[in-house]
């Protein structure tokens, strides 16, 4: 065997030794804006940089209203909040996802409902849903994994049939579209994360969109510390907190959506590259789109180790190899349900009192997050076609050694 076809982990020569593009990435636009704001504006409360940004991503977002928020997780529990979940209600996600998704239900006193995902897509599985449902379901939040929608029209119909609101998480889902239109707002409202990995970021910060006046403006109220929209400064009609987004965040954003199109072209060649490679080597799975998929942001790349058809060559080996051979892949998310914090502390959570975490069984989420998911971060894909070929050549050299 020849140092190129002999594995990196076994003193062959790597496919790959330099980095994939480093992310996040400064652009001379961000900074503009930034020294702008520094310069010119409010940097608080009645900033208008940050009225700027939500108007702006509204309208990218094919949305009539957008909110500011601190973050990503906040945005979940402000958009709980006004959708009407109170204490002991139930709200079913997904339990492949971040751990973010269900303690924000948890933070409004709520009962996270995990439900099994579709072993094509990763997403939640429409057809499992009414095993989930109960007189106490008030909100469905389906997340779109790795900006990969999931089955909008189906969830929606379901949520419309049974009077049950439907919120999107849609924190990895930026320029994601349903059917020629950008997600978020199928439903009640929807949530977005600008948190240092995401294909937006400024660091940290959320954002909420809507086509819902009375949503959006509750919405404004849990984020303000109780406050009523056009109200007096001092008049406070909920338990809300400072989750507001300051100027310096709204302006690296604002900048940002203006580039998001041109870095999605790239990611959307890259995939297109990987997908039709990697889709025709057997024992390897691609994400499948459900039909009403018109974009996928692809804020991850995800495929399936299938480790049945390489000699019962475990994942974690084919993580080794393909690491060793430059090509930076994980494993991503575990079960939510075996998270140690839902190892219940009943003075602490005492509304999921008799809830036996532990005997949770989703046998899809557990296949999947043990043994099959394999990740690249979305940076990857933002190299040239030469960089994502490594990727393929890595693949390729990785797979012929497993399959002898």
């Known amino acids: 065997m020849t140092g190129k076809s002999k594995l990196a982990i076994n003193g062959g020569d790597p496919v790959r030794t330099d980095p994939f593009p ?35 991503f509204a309208d990218f977002h094919d949305s009539r209203h957008a909110l500011a928020v601190s973050t990503g997780t906040a945005a979940l529990w402000v958009s709980l909040k006004a959708a009407g979940v ?69 969830i929606k119909g379901i949520c419309d049939q049974r009077g049950i609101a439907m919120i999107e998480d849609a924190a990895q889902a930026h320029g994601t579209e349903w059917k020629g239109r950008k997600v978020g707002a199928f439903g009640l409202g929807g949530i977005f994360s600008f948190q240092s990995s995401k294909n937006m970021t400024a660091g940290e910060g959320g954002a909420i969109i809507s086509d819902d006046d009375e949503f959006i403006n509750k919405c ?50 890259n995939a297109a590259i990987l997908d039709n490679a990697l889709g025709e080597i057997e024992g390897l799975s691609i994400l499948q789109k459900y039909p009403g998929t018109t974009r996928v942001s692809h804020h991850l790349y995800i495929f399936r180790y299938l480790k049945k058809f390489f000699g019962d060559k475990s994942r974690e080996q084919f993580f080794e190899a393909l690491n060793g051979e430059g090509i930076p892949v994980y494993s991503g998310y575990v079960p939510l349900y075996r998270e140690r914090l839902f190892i219940v502390n009943s003075a602490e ?18 296949r999947i997050a043990d043994g099959e998911a394999i990740w690249l971060k979305q940076n990857c894909l933002l190299g040239s076609e030469e960089d994502t070929m490594d990727i393929v050549r890595a693949v390729e050299k990785v797979i012929k050694v497993f399959g002898n």
């Open 220 to 269: 404004f109220s849990y984020q303000n510390a109780g406050r009523v929209r056009d109200g007096e400064w001092y008049e406070h009609d909920h338990l809300g907190g400072n989750f507001r987004l300051s100027a310096f965040p709204a302006a690296l954003l604002t900048a940002q959506i203006d580039s998001l199109e041109r870095d999605m072209a790239v990611r959307d060649a």
């Open 349 to 366: 959570y005492p509304w999921l009192k008799g809830i036996d975490f532990d005997n949770i069984s989703l046998p899809v989420t557990e």
């Open 22 to 56: 480093s992310w996040p990435r400064p652009t001379a636009a961000m900074k503009e804006s930034l020294i702008h704001t520094l310069e010119n504006e409010r940097w608080g409360i009645g900033s208008a940089v940050v009225e700027q940004f939500e108007k702006k």
């Open 86 to 154: 109170k204490a002991g209600d139930e709200v079913i996600v997904p339990a492949y996802t971040f751990v973010g998704t269900a303690t924000a239900v948890l933070m409004a006193n709520a009962v996270p409902v995990f439900a099994d995902i579709d072993e094509n897509t990763l997403n939640m599985d429409p057809a499992l849903l009414d095993n989930s449902i109960t007189d106490k379901t008030k909100v469905i939040m389906p997340v779109h994994i790795a900006g990969n929608p999931a089955d909008i029209a189906a």
